[in-house]
């Protein structure tokens, strides 16, 4: 298992509030960010098993694939990778550099991928397969939950904790392990989606049963000051993975200041939107922040491919 000594740097900002950043990215080259959390219960169970062969899903352009493609290779474990869309359209940096790893790719189309949680696409696994251990997109589990749990000390004094959002395991796992003065903010970077509180809170009661959370989503934007644990959907902008000029003026001037890269992706909305929400006094005043940066350096490159910038 890989060692984890957390690493909080201090940026500074223009606010009257102190912001940190837990430098996830730096966690291992390939294994970055939160990544490595939702993997590492999952492997161990796979281990446990004596399952030889690791099965996981994603899109071209996911940092999961990617992690996942490495850490089977460091762990010994045969990995396949079933890709949403046609080999032809898709090939990029990214599933080049899993293939590399040893990654098995086999690429479905949409509409078969759409079936990825029903028993009958796994019994398809199951027949061309064999056995295997089955993770599944994003590390969206009760292992990758767990997981998480581990990014955050309880020790640590925070008014807010800042994440980016996709699946919500990573969000559930932080406010799984905070104590309850701390409010964790979770920016989505999904268009449109405003379920995710739901999807946390059916995580929790699986890793926290004795517990009952209460996770808003936008209508905690009503109150005057952020009061409550909620997951905000309205920074996504033009969706996942698509460009927005305001976004990459942002990361330029961020990165060009603090001299650390932020993804197109997640944290580049994530930092965005927490400099809007204490810009706007949504977040109260002499706040302590910290904004946890989930790596995901790797899809840049496809980014700056598809996008030419």
Known sequence: MLPYTPIIQTIEVPFNCQVDVL?????????????????????????????????????????????????????????????????????????????????????????????????????????????????????????????????IKPQWNYDYIFCACG???????????????TKVIGISVLKGENKLPYEAIKQLKEICPSNNYDINGNEEMDNDIIKTNCILSNYSFNGYANYYQPLIDFKIKFETKNNFALDYVYTNKLFFAAFDLITKQKIKKNAKILLLHSGGLQGNKGFEERFKC
């Open 23 to 151: 430098r996830l990215d730096k966690l291992h080259e390939t294994i970055s960010g939160n990544k490595w959390f939702k993997l590492k219960y999952n492997l161990q169970k796979a281990k446990n098993q004596n399952l030889k062969t690791v099965i996981t899903l994603g899109g071209a352009y996911s940092n999961h694939i990617a992690a996942t493609a490495s850490a089977c290779k460091l762990f010994g474990f045969n990995c396949i990778g079933i890709i949403r869309g046609e080999k032809n359209e898709l090939l990029n940096s990214t599933l080049l550099k899993a293939k590399e790893e040893g990654m098995q790719l086999e690429f479905v189309s949409r509409q078969i991928y759409d079936t990825k949680i029903q028993e009958e696409f796994k019994n398809y696994l199951q027949t061309k397969y064999g056995n295997h251990y089955l993770i599944p997109e994003g590390g969206n589990n009760l292992e990758g939950a767990l997981g998480c749990i581990e990014i």
């Open 167 to 181: 699946t919500a395991t990573t969000y559930a796992g932080l406010v799984g392990s905070v104590n309850n003065s």
